[in-house]
């Protein structure tokens, strides 16, 4: 096969050592000037290779030897900054056309755009400036700042670029429709994301797998989860009377948004995914588990079927081993923690926090300070140790939550309420109220930790009745328990005089006209 001279030219500029560059440099100028068409297809093919540095190099030979540079040489130079997400460059070369008055087009603003990449904001400044220089807005560079948009979640920004595509009788095509669906997506707008589906229906505009898959994630991705699993279900119908193609992206999508409680639906879509010959990804598999949380025999069996070349990762295990926490097989998870250490999976805080509040279920408080002081690899967060103290709080072990939580102080892990709450409820049973006391003090009051501080002091009435006129006073919500608590040490005050004193107490309970789950011991 007969190879041009363009062509050798391009090989030797791609191949040229910096000692060899500036006569490769000459003969192509040399070739540009013979025929100048010739020398711009050597830029555009720099360009296509993603050679910036080379561009540069030609562009500025060509300036620097009188060779007339025109707006499509630097838009050459502006693909190859597009396509290596380097705004700077782009920038540069954009002010170096203003300075030697090379005209924009269309396609410079759209590749400086393209250049910019997740930097939305410096995209719509570019955008301004497109329309300031009254250059033709096209569906190519407002396409590209839709995409920026999406990628950092600017639903809103994306939304209006689009209502101006329509003002500006720009054509929104499906690529416009796609990424506003995926940006409404990523910020758990799902009714926008499905609006905007309907819309594209209505303008006859093709409805693909990535418009499908990104208005099922935005369903999956709002509200609690499996909140919209009817939605979910009712666009996989329609995606398949479209004849529309699902990929691994959609099934995967859906199996995120059918929650716990539709661990059977997610079973059968992760079954169909096999009937349609779909390729499975770790990501896909993943997905199953978690939406296996409330029947983890079927989570482990889907972690056992991960291919080997595949390999489970800590998010895989993580999820079985949540599964098994939900179900209180703390054996289970113990055994799967073993399981991470074997395979070489990098243990994380959440897999760690799920046995760890395995144990907690069943009161294994000792089993989990064991597990969490063998850890020497893994970040420990609040969320770790608020399953230890948990775990300490089942088990009555407060010597032990007292202590965890004194570590937890000294470290930079930052204390959420959560952590005071099971330290103090630790203290209850054992009636160490002085602890509980002092605990609660120490953090804003709410329910669940003044109930429990309240259990600690229910053998001292007076006291008990004292912490209850406190939490009046502080505006906390009393819940049945804390009135049952109340109640009860009332009632154990039998000296007649105090009697009287503690009902005093009662006659408040019963004017909020709370059922009482009153309990004489």
Not at 156 to 184: K, P, W
Not at 352 to 379: G, H, P, Y
């Amino acid at each position: 096969m007969r190879v041009s001279p363009r062509d050798d030219l391009l090989h030797a500029l791609l191949h040229a050592r910096d000692q060899t560059l500036h006569s490769v440099l000459e003969e192509v100028l040399e070739q540009w000037r013979k025929a100048p068409q010739q020398g711009t297809w050597i830029l555009s093919q720099l360009a296509k290779a993603k050679e910036l540095q080379l561009c540069h190099h030609v562009l500025q030979a060509m300036q620097e030897n009188h060779l007339e540079v025109s707006t499509v040489h630097f838009n050459c130079v502006l693909s190859a900054c597009a396509r290596k997400r380097q705004w700077a460059p782009a920038l540069m070369l954009l002010t170096e056309m203003e300075e030697i008055q090379v005209a924009y087009d269309t396609i410079s603003f759209s590749s400086a755009i393209n250049a910019c990449g997740a930097i939305w904001q410096l995209a719509l400044a570019l955008l301004e400036k497109m329309e300031d220089q009254q250059v033709q807005l096209d569906t190519i560079a407002l396409n590209s700042l839709v995409s920026s948009c999406e990628k950092q979640g600017r639903w809103n920004v994306a939304l209006d670029l689009m209502s101006n595509m329509q003002a500006s009788e720009v054509q929104q095509d499906t690529i416009t429709y796609n990424a506003c669906i995926s940006a409404c997506g990523k910020a758990a707008h799902w009714l926008e994301a499905l609006a905007l589906q309907r819309r594209m229906r209505g303008q006859a505009l093709r409805v693909d797998s990535i418009s499908c898959s990104a208005a099922i994630s935005a369903c999956a991705a709002s509200g609690a989860p499996g909140r919209h699993w009817f939605i979910i279900l009712g666009l996989l119908d329609e995606m398949q009377e479209l004849l529309v193609s699902k990929d691994s992206v959609t099934y995967t999508a859906a199996l995120q948004g059918m929650g716990e409680e539709r661990w059977q639906t997610a079973l059968a879509l992760f079954q169909q995914m096999t009937d349609e010959s779909i390729k499975k990804d770790l990501v896909a598999y993943n997905a199953a588990m978690s939406a296996c949380g409330g029947a983890w025999p079927h989570a482990l069996t889907l972690l056992q079927s991960v291919p080997h070349e595949l390999g489970a990762d800590a998010v895989s295990f993580g999820s079985v081993i949540s599964a098994c926490e939900k179900s209180g097989e703390w054996q289970a998870a113990v055994l799967l923690l073993q399981r991470m250490f074997v395979a070489s999976v990098q243990l994380t805080a959440v897999a760690l926090a799920a046995a760890l509040s395995a144990c907690a279920r069943c009161a294994q408080w000792v089993l989990a300070l064991t597990i969490l002081e063998a850890q020497k690899t893994v970040e420990l967060d609040v969320v770790v140790y608020n399953a230890a103290i948990a775990a300490c709080e089942k088990g009555s072990a407060w010597e032990a939550a007292m202590a965890l939580l004194g570590r937890l102080t000294l470290s930079a892990v930052e204390l959420s309420w959560r952590t005071f709450s099971s330290a103090i409820s630790a203290c209850a049973k054992p009636r160490r109220w002085r602890e509980a006391l002092e605990l609660l003090r120490m953090v804003p009051w709410e329910t669940s930790a003044c109930g429990a501080a309240m259990r600690a002091c229910s053998y001292d009435w007076a006291r008990t009745l004292h912490l209850y006129q406190e939490m009046t006073l502080a505006l906390v919500h009393k819940d049945a328990d804390i009135y049952a608590t109340v109640t009860a040490a009332s009632f154990s005050a039998v000296k007649p005089g105090l009697l009287r004193e503690a009902l005093v107490e009662l006659e408040d309970v019963a004017f909020q006209g709370l059922k009482l789950e009153t309990t004489v011991h």
